[in-house]
């Protein structure tokens, strides 16, 4: 025990040469400026010693029990600090500050000690907070047994020992600053430009820690000179504190991450990944869940097959699933129906094998797993790490780039080899009209001679179309029905449709192979069997334009669900 509190404490005083110090380092300085009083650096060392020790040990716990995000906390500390920064340069916060700490120390024998004391207690509290040390073997030991809920006296000591050990060095600097700025004649002179600049100085750092820029700057600094912060905790590295360690902490250390930031650590990356809700059938693999994949990178990606957009995000699934299977990566198509015949097992079995999709598949018909995921798109795609964590989601089409940029980082974090280049083909989407559904439940682009609010629902009934067929609508011309999903054809109907795009497709079934003849521009260019559900390309050009389609339904009992585009 006396071992560990001496290597602690030694660390902590050589923190102060480390390069995850170095964020909060202009915060220290502006310190310095002390205008009320000769306390403010003894406050600020204490506030941190207390501060660093309290959120390192409990700050799991305080989140778990009170349910206050720890981000918010760290705002506050934000806030807090914008507010002291203002106050070196705004005379008017300055005294607001005053008399606010002249009410909570009243009974302090000096009003201007005290005040430089308890506001140098606030920053103090703030900076322990928001600062991230590089984590070394007895540090990491202390924050794993943190995490766990388990903080026992010994860990508490420690904890201790280390935040006085960085507050040393600390409290020297501030004291040798303001020393500084009371004794050497320029300095006091330009002391109130200094003490502005500082202000300044302490704003442009609180808000750059909003950004996480200080995070970003961290890893820059430990990546470009990976050996700087391991090298700094090989004072504690040795075998003799790690058998202590030992019975600290019985749990095996996570050696990938000494060196690196607390943040690393202690922050959680991301959300925890929902499990995938058991009773849809699998395709291509058996019944799989996250639990199981801990230690893999999980991509879940819902999607529907009748999805034009879905569908083109097939071949990059597919490229990856070739590339990185072998490697760690671990992708779970979630199917997800848009419409009732996408239900159907054996469709989707049948599109799984048209499509050529070997990843494990399965089926959401209750939507189970994706109102666990609180989804909302197809496609969307939401990329977990070894942990179970959520590190990156997209939704829609395109940035396959950095969508793969992704997948390789959370590989090399289980270690995998990744050397791939990334140099995915964009598709790019020429479409001015959006997607167009024929089922009144979503209903809203007929023509105005055919508004919605005339539609009879569920029943077949005569529709004539108007004179006029504006930009991205359509009318129908015949015996309809219409229902919640599709509408239904009698033989000899017909539809128009003006649209602005390259391409059209339409999702179409029938129980009895139907043909349904292709008209653009009023030019007759194709008949389509209908004889499976699925999304049927109609147009395919070689530019995107302005123009007429017509489909004629030459047979009755064709359903049309949505036109897509692109």
Known sequence: MILLVAFAFLAGIVTILSPCILPILPIVLSSTVDTTGKRRPLGVVVGFVLSFTFFTLFLTTLVRLIGIPAESLRYLSIIILIIFGLSLFIPQIQLVIEQLFSKLTRFAPQSQT???????????????????PCVGPILASVISLALSGTVTAQAFIITFAYATGTAIPMFLILQAGST??????????????????????????????????????????????????????????????????????????????????????????GPPAPEIIPGGAWFNTQPLTLAALKGKVVIIDFWTYSCINCQRTFPYLKKWWTTYKDKGLVIIGVHAPEFEFEKSEKNVAQAISDFELEYPIVQDNNFATWRAYQNNYWP?????????????????????????KVIQELLSEIGAPVSEN?????????????????????????????TPSTVQKDVFAEYIPGKILNSNTFSLRG????????????????????????????????????QVEIYLDNKLLNTVSVNTDRLYDLIKLDAPGAHELKLKFLNSGTQIYAFTFG
Do not use: C
């Not at 005290?114 to 991230?132: A, C, D, E, P």
């Not at 990546?223 to 075998?239: A, C, I, R, S, W």
């Open 114 to 132: 005290r005040h430089g004391f308890f506001g140098g207690l606030i920053i103090g509290l703030s900076l322990g907070l928001l600062w991230t």
């Open 180 to 269: 500084a700025l009371q004794k050497i004649p320029w300095l006091l002179k330009n002391s109130a430009r200094i003490q502005k600049g500082f202000g300044i100085v302490m704003i442009l750092v609180a808000i750059a820690i909003f950004f996480n820029l200080d995070r970003r700057f961290q890893t820059y600094i430990l990546n470009t000179f990976p050996q700087y912060g391991v090298g700094l905790t090989q004072l504690e590295d040795n075998q003799l504190v790690r058998d202590t360690l030992q019975r600290l902490n019985p749990e095996p250390m996570d050696e990938t991450v000494i060196g690196k930031p607390m943040s690393d650590l202690v922050l959680p990356k």
């Open 380 to 404: 969307a795609k939401y990329l977990i790490d070894k942990d179970g964590l959520i590190r990156y989601t997209h939704f829609g089409e395109g940035e396959y780039n950095e969508t793969e």
């Open 422 to 450: 990334i140099d995915n083909p964009e598709y790019k989407i020429e479409s001015q009209t959006p997607e167009i559904y024929l089922g009144y439940l979503r209903l809203r682009d007929l023509t105005p001679s055919q």
């Open 479 to 514: 015996e309809w029905k219409v229902t919640k999903e599709y509408a239904e054809t009698k033989a000899g109907n017909e539809l128009m449709l003006r649209y602005s795009a390259k391409n059209v497709f339409l999702v179409m079934r029938s129980d009895d192979e139907t």
